[in-house]
C-alpha cells in the first residue's frame, strides 16, 4: 500500500471548508502507512452486527427487556457472534434493566453507522445530521429470526485508501469541534453533536489499527 496522506489532508480542508470548518494549526497526521494494520472483511462484518445487536437490546422498551436480552443472546450465539461483544456491550446483557443505558450508548448508534458506511452499506456518511431512522432496516429481524447471512453476503469492505481518507477528515473534524467546544457560535456549523463526530471515528480509527474497539484512544 501507498497513500499520498499530503494529499488525503487537502482533501479533508477541502470538506472542512465547505462546512464552514478551518482545520486547527499544527493537527498532526492520525495515522501514517507504517501503522496501518487494517482488520480483515468478516471482522467488520461482525463486529457491525454484535453492536446492532447490543443496541437492539439497549433501546428495547424496559417493559420488553429481558425478554428482548433471552432472544438477542439467543440469536447472537446461533451466529456465532457471542465472542464478538466487546466488555462494554457485554454489560448489556447482564443487566436486570436498561435504564440508563441508552445515555451509555447513544453514541454508538454512530459507530455503527460509520461501519455500515465501511462495509458499502450507505453511500456517504452526513457529516451535517445524525444516522438516518432507516439504517437499522439493513439488519436482520432478530425478532424474526433472520438468518446473518443476507446481510454479510451483501457487505463489501471499502478501500483501505478510501477508508484512510474518511478518517482523516472525521479526525480533523473531531479535533476542531473539541477545540472549538466552548464557542457559541459553534452550533451554527456544528449540527452534530461532539459526542457523534468521536463515535464516528471510533470505528474509522478502529478499521485501520490494532487496537480492539474498547481501547480505541480518540486522542485530540
Known amino acids: 500500500m501507498s497513500f499520498n496522506f499530503e494529499l488525503i489532508r487537502l482533501e479533508t480542508a477541502h470538506r472542512c471548508a465547505k462546512l464552514g470548518i478551518t482545520i486547527p494549526v499544527g493537527v498532526p497526521p492520525i495515522i501514517c502507512e507504517t501503522e496501518i494494520v487494517p482488520k480483515t472483511e468478516i471482522r467488520v462484518k461482525k463486529?457491525?452486527?454484535?453492536?446492532?445487536?447490543?443496541?437492539?437490546?439497549?433501546?428495547?422498551?424496559?417493559?420488553?427487556?429481558?425478554?428482548?436480552?433471552?432472544e438477542v443472546t439467543s440469536w447472537a450465539t446461533t451466529h456465532n457472534l457471542s465472542s464478538e461483544f466487546s466488555d462494554h456491550e457485554a454489560i448489556v446483557f447482564k443487566a436486570k434493566n436498561n435504564v440508563g443505558l441508552a445515555d451509555k450508548f447513544w453514541g454508538e448508534q454512530e459507530s455503527l453507522y460509520a461501519l455500515g458506511w465501511s462495509l458499502g452499506l450507505v453511500n456517504h456518511i452526513d457529516p451535517t445530521d445524525y444516522l438516518p431512522d432507516v439504517?437499522?432496516?439493513?439488519?436482520?429481524?432478530?425478532?424474526?429470526?433472520?438468518?446473518?447471512?443476507?446481510?454479510?453476503?451483501?457487505c463489501e469492505l471499502r478501500?483501505?485508501?478510501?477508508?484512510?481518507?474518511?478518517?482523516?477528515?472525521?479526525?480533523?473534524f473531531h479535533w476542531w469541534?473539541?477545540?472549538?467546544?466552548?464557542?457559541?457560535?459553534?452550533?451554527?456549523?456544528?449540527?452534530?453533536?461532539?459526542?457523534?463526530?468521536?463515535?464516528?471515528?471510533?470505528?474509522?480509527?478502529?478499521?485501520?489499527?490494532?487496537q480492539e474497539w474498547d481501547e480505541v484512544a480518540l486522542d485530540t
Open 47 to 70: 463486529r457491525a452486527l454484535a453492536l446492532f445487536c447490543a443496541l437492539a437490546v439497549v433501546f428495547e422498551p424496559k417493559s420488553t427487556f429481558k425478554d428482548a436480552v433471552t
Open 135 to 154: 439504517f437499522g432496516n439493513i439488519f436482520p429481524d432478530i425478532s424474526k429470526s433472520e438468518s446473518s447471512d443476507s446481510f454479510i453476503n451483501q
Open 159 to 172: 478501500s483501505v485508501e478510501i477508508i484512510s481518507a474518511e478518517l482523516d477528515f472525521w479526525y480533523c
Open 177 to 210: 469541534a473539541v477545540e472549538n467546544r466552548n464557542v457559541t457560535a459553534i452550533r451554527k456549523v456544528q449540527k452534530l453533536s461532539t459526542i457523534a463526530i468521536k463515535a464516528r471515528r471510533k470505528s474509522l480509527e478502529w478499521l485501520l489499527t490494532a
